[in-house]
């Protein structure tokens, strides 16, 4: 059957009026959250702090399922399923690093962050080492969340654009503009209740498209015997080869790595776990967080290897009906869905919503950012409402940078999986090596640290460029073989064009390729590993650079900064809401920073048991 629909001429895409109905639908849907959550909001009082926490009264599962959209984007919706078919199903390996992270996050990190009653992950580098450290931290965040939201905000535009014919400047503008909208007027509510109805959404979206494609394939058994014959049931990679691009180790090793940099150390995901009412939830959160990714992951996995089976016989990206291989999904979708008016506009939903999901998260972050580590002196005294607007005007202000961004990425020839990967490998690695350091290594002093930073960045920014200068053979990454011999009606004036071709084509020749050795040999290891190698020359470095300057003394470390000082200094974390006056006989912690300027970077850590019948 899958033949038969291949060897038919693709008419010019174009949706139907039912088609742009969903889809407007879905954004409607969001824009509404977000004026819901201002209104709201606006009945009671307004802080910044509720702004951008959700006045810590989150609960877990809204909060585990915005964590899970936070980097479930159209990358994911579109590079996941395109990875699938072309390296096979191993790619579910992606899950058990994604299951170590949370695991790692839940025992190690979260903690930490939450017990400190911090807004803003920088907070923890400047009660550990520093103002400058501190400093050093939000600029890498800013410029890792700028380019990663860039790509993020791109990667729908131009994929849709070519596959859709819908106008690529348009949707640009339109979903940066959206995302900035509901972000300034709700805050971090609004993002998280928008990223609960977008991951529903997404899900929609796979389901749809699996369950489809499968019945025009013949069947599940149909599809796993054409996958098992092309070689796509490929669960048995353990080989330590670094330089193929997936394998178990590197998503075990690597995946995890990359993951624990963007949960452990990534103001984005800290700012989710300090809403949550408890440490418990916040926990729990995470544990919603991993069941989600894994459903995402596995459905668009899954829908790569149905794409797989039903173009079996005539590769799309081979026959010249699209030119780079994340335009799988939106072709697919296309051709299987022509007669079903509505589910193509299901389909553009799906990628939009893993994009407002991650954009908004970006938008809000990087806001609380630049309030809680940049301009916080400056506004020593300022009244609430003076803080509320201009944490509102950073959040349309580092909107409209994201759509600048994206625009010049425009000019950049990356793959979006592998784009937004290195990004956070590059950026964020380092940074978690300086979390690490911190919390779980006593010696570290601020020499260390920053050593150990400013190596781990220049490693693996030069690998990050090395490999785009001298990219490796598909060969050598491990690209599966597909066909176009059935491609009766295939546009034979590009049916030469494939990914072998054009990756043979940007790199040197295959004389050459195969007689590489030394650094061309170490710059064709998997992006995977570009994390897991800045975080631990990071540690390394800044371990031995602490030794060699004079390690600081452990009796020195206020209490709390440290792991294990958490137990303990406190068993339980308060749930009453700020600013009630309220005090019953339970014991309370104040925790938060920020009350005044000169506390912002000491631990308070006050019981205070009032007896029963005692006056307040």
């Known amino acids: 059957m899958s033949s038969s629909r291949v060897d038919t001429e693709l008419d010019s895409p174009g949706f139907g009026l039912l088609d742009y109905a969903v889809f407007a639908a879905m954004l409607a849907v969001s824009v509404a959250i977000g004026l819901f959550q201002s209104v709201h909001k ?14 810590r009264r989150m609960p877990a599962l809204p909060v585990g399922m915005s964590l899970c959209a936070s980097f479930m984007s159209a990358v994911q919706v579109l590079g996941v399923p395109s990875e699938a078919y072309l390296y096979g199903l191993k790619f579910l390996y992606m899950c058990l690093g994604q299951a170590l992270n949370s695991l790692l996050t839940a025992l190690l990190f979260l903690p930490v962050y939450y017990r400190l009653g911090i807004t803003s992950s920088n907070q923890y580098l400047r009660m550990r080492f520093g103002r400058g450290m501190q400093l050093l931290g939000s600029l890498q965040f800013l410029i890792a969340t700028l380019l990663y939201t860039g790509i993020v905000i791109l990667a729908p535009a131009l994929i849709l654009n070519q596959a859709t014919g819908l106008n690529m400047w348009a949707s640009l503008f339109s979903t940066g503009f959206i995302c900035t909208f509901y972000t300034t007027l709700g805050g971090m509510k609004a993002v998280v209740w928008t990223d609960v109805f977008q991951v529903v959404v997404m899900l929609s979206g796979f389901i749809a ?14 599809v796993l015997h054409i996958a098992t014959n092309g070689t796509r049931i490929n669960f048995n990679d353990f080989g330590l080869d670094p330089q193929k691009r997936y394998s178990f180790w590197s998503f075990t090793v690597g995946g995890t790595m990359v993951w624990l ?5 990534n103001q984005a995901q800290v700012q989710r776990y300090i809403s949550c009412r408890t440490e418990r939830e916040a926990q729990w959160a995470l544990f919603v967080n991993q069941v989600g990714l894994c459903l995402i992951v596995s459905s668009a996995a899954t829908c790569g290897v149905v794409m797989f089976a039903l173009y079996y016989h005539c590769d799309p990206l081979k026959s010249g009906r699209i030119s780079a291989p994340d335009q799988y999904m939106p072709y697919m979708v296309l051709d299987i869905f022509r007669d079903l ?21 970006s938008i809000n972050a990087m806001a609380a950012v630049t309030m809680e580590d940049l301009l916080k002196p400056c506004l020593i005294g300022s009244s ?14 580092y909107g409209a940078s994201c759509v600048t961004t994206a625009t010049l990425c425009s000019l950049l020839d990356w793959g979006v999986l592998q784009g937004s990967f290195t990004v956070m490998g590059v950026v964020n690695g380092p940074l978690l090596g300086a979390f690490i350091l911190g919390m779980f290594i006593p010696a570290t002093n601020k020499p260390g640290v920053f050593a150990g930073v400013a190596v781990g960045f220049c490693l693996a920014l030069w690998l990050a460029v090395g490999s785009s200068i001298y990219p490796p053979s598909p060969q050598r990454m491990g690209v599966l073989p597909t066909n ?3 491609c009766l009606s295939a546009n034979t004036t590009r049916s030469n064009t494939s990914l072998l071709d054009r990756s043979t084509a940007s790199s040197p020749s295959d004389p050459k390729q195969s007689s590489q050795h030394g650094l061309q040999d170490f710059y064709a290891i998997s992006y995977l590993y570009f994390g897991a190698l800045s975080t631990s020359v990071t540690v390394l470095v800044g371990l031995v650079v602490s030794c060699l300057t004079g390690p600081t003394k452990r009796a020195s470390i206020r209490p709390g900064l440290l792991w294990w000082d958490l137990e303990p200094k406190t068993c339980h974390v308060p749930q009453e809401n700020l600013g009630e006056p309220e005090s019953q006989n339970l014991t309370t912690i104040p925790l938060s920073p920020e009350k005044s300027e000169e506390k912002e970077d000491i631990l308070l850590i006050r019981r205070e048991v009032r007896k029963s019948g005692s006056d307040l």
């Open 484 to 486: 176009a011999d059935h």
């Open 42 to 55: 606006a009945a009671g009082r307004s802080e910044v702090e509720d702004f951008f926490t959700g006045g």
């Open 341 to 361: 008016p509505g589910v193509p506009g299901l389909f553009l939903a799906c990628a939009y919503s893993g994009t407002l999901s991650t954009v908004s998260t």
């Open 384 to 397: 609430q409402r003076k803080q509320i607007r201009l944490s509102k005007a950073l959040s349309f202000m």
């Open 261 to 265: 940099s963007m949960y452990a150390a």
């Open 209 to 222: 498209i699996f369950t489809h494609g499968t019945l025009l394939v013949g069947g599940v058994s149909e």
